[in-house]
DNA sequence: CTGTTAGCGCATTCAG
DNA sequence: CTGAATGCGCTAACAG
């Protein structure tokens, strides 16, 4: 006799996987029918629903989203496609991306590219073949190829991070040549006169260092000291690059160190303190990134404050935008968030 | 008359995607022959194979991948679930991890439980639907449900940085109950008599502290200040932590303050800084993490060291072995493998 | 509101 | 070494 309360288990073959089919026998309606309770319970009877309902809980049917999208040509997935994770600036904004995404049913596939345009190309292309509902890019700069089966996989896309006037299609970011040109101002006008710059060979970071530079030599400040690390930034990366300024023995010790991201800051910070050589007062430090991580905490430190949370929910909602405005062919609208950035000075003297 | 060199788009459709089919019939070949050509290349003559490429690239093919899984059952795909993705000691792992899938042509679904075993419960069932090949969870504690699941779905499953005498099927990492004895030992050798200790909510760190405090007790050492703060772990949590521990007026100062990340104990490091509190010599303060952010950049941090690239590569190995033994259907392995950690203590004095 | 028919794009399994 | 038939599990589109 069977207990009540006792989980029926009606189909529990072998190993095969349960289908559609399984479940609407058990439920003694169509498959159609099943598809439809899950996806569109609105279209169906309330009673037939539950019918439904239990039928997947006795059967422990988990739908084959492959078959779905197969047939559907949506996917539901959403891929990302970033540089690297490692001590990322990154971490914020995937983060909030991915909230955005997920509590809409989306999912996510991540792909990891390494600064290379090589491997962004491959991914790409691989990432395709999921052909997923939209794609999320760092970075505006790709190649002629990543663009073209972009272009032509008429998807959503959107770059983050950066700003260009011929977007793929939508962007969401900040000007990195305005970065540094507010930060050269800024420097100049607290009264600074000579400067040192710390960078991992990451393609924003260095035009941002490239925009200060070319605004200092606008104002014929002196040349800066410029060390550039291999990436990704890390906290020995930064340590090693104070090192090299103020033991390069030609230079002046710069005023202030600028540092194309705070966790290079941080390491600028921990190599000084490991010195003796006190900041802000010997020497004054500026990092790059996301307020949690930097300002507040350091209270020596100034920084250039990015909203990177900020970037990935914009990104979900122009996503989740064009999704449904997919549905009900809406027009698409263009895309450009300038989601600017801050400079924020240090609070102890 | 069209020009040598010029791209020949054959089948530049309104916007309809290439098939496989359209490539047979520019190849001048059968559509199977085609899918060899391109999952196969050993079975298939190189003449024809050469014809099949350039039809591709003509047409600008991208293979369907929801079609070759559903077909075959095989998605390529393996799911890592993380608690979180900011500021994580995770970082390094997913990154090794990635790496050895990706060049073995396996990509990557990401999601993110935020400790909580209902989101992790229903994400697990979210992504099986995808039909991974492979999943990798962090952590050794889930919901029946998700174990249920987890087991019936019958795919290689890696629980990783934690250990357990029952994994759902492997597992690599190492003990956390391990980590807290082994340092309460370390630091009484040492010959601290006082302890504090900050940690955000999150299991496994939590487990770390308890075990430490249980040691400690054992030891007849004086209870430790403990402080736990809402997870994830920020630069800024490690900061409050140690001004709790410091502003607690009925508290004797601790010698030493011990950190369940490295992240926390940056801002440890931090706050003792703004108060100009000296480290080690005022306080020590201990972190818990990967080498490379946190000893040799912090000679003043003491550390219980994790390899978390080795979790990574290892589960990546695991994966692929597992992958590999199924097309030849070898007898399945066990795999339990203890990382381990080392404490590394501090260079200055 | 529910069922039926057809086919998404590919790989397995045979036959040649 | 290559080809033809068949179906993976699901949903769109229509019919009832």
Not at 15 to 38: C, H, K, Q, Y
Not at 307 to 325: K, M, S, V
Request: aromatic share 4%; glycine share 8%.
């Amino acid at each position: 006799m069977a207990k009540k309360n006792e989980k029926p288990i009606v189909i529990p073959p072998g190993g095969e996987s349960v289908t559609l089919i399984d479940v609407a026998r058990v439920a003694g309606v169509a498959p159609m029918t099943v598809s439809r309770a899950l996806n569109r319970p609105e279209l169906v009877k309330s009673d037939t629903q539950r019918k439904v309902l239990e039928a997947v809980r006795a059967t422990g049917y988990v739908p084959n989203l492959l078959a779905g999208g197969l047939a559907s040509s949506k996917s539901r997935l959403v891929a990302i496609l970033l540089p690297t994770i490692a001590n990322s600036i990154f971490s914020d904004t995937v983060q909030a991306l991915m909230d955005g995404l997920t509590s809409s049913n989306y999912q996510t596939l991540l792909g990891l590219t390494g600064y290379s345009r090589e491997k962004e190309e491959a991914l790409v292309e691989a990432i395709l073949g999921r052909r997923p509902d939209g794609i999320v890019l760092a970075g505006t700069s790709h190649s002629p190829a990543t663009i073209e089966r972009l272009t032509k996989a008429r998807i959503p896309v959107v770059e983050i991070w950066d700003l260009t006037d011929k977007p793929i299609d939508m962007v969401i970011g900040f000007s990195h040549e305005e970065v540094g040109r507010q930060v050269a101002r800024h420097l100049l006008d607290k009264g600074y006169e000579t400067f040192g710059i710390v960078s991992v060979d990451d393609p924003r970071g260095l035009r941002r260092c490239e925009s200060l530079k070319r605004e200092l030599a606008k104002h014929r400040a002196a040349k800066p000291v410029f060390e550039v690390l291999p990436a990704p930034a890390t906290l020995q990366a930064g340590r090693e690059g104070l090192s090299r300024i103020l033991d390069a023995a030609h230079a002046t010790k710069p005023q202030i160190v600028v540092c194309s991201s705070d966790t290079l800051a941080q390491g600028v910070l921990a190599e000084a303190a490991s010195r003796g050589v006190a900041v802000p007062r010997d020497i004054a430090v500026m990092g790059f990134g996301d307020l949690s991580t930097a300002a507040h905490v350091y209270p020596a430190l100034s920084t250039v404050r990015i909203d990177g949370a900020r970037i990935g929910t914009e990104a979900a909602r122009a996503l989740l935008e064009r999704f449904n405005a997919a549905e009900s062919d809406a027009p698409v609208k263009a895309v450009r968030i300038d989601t600017g950035f801050s400079i924020v000075e240090r609070q102890s003297t």
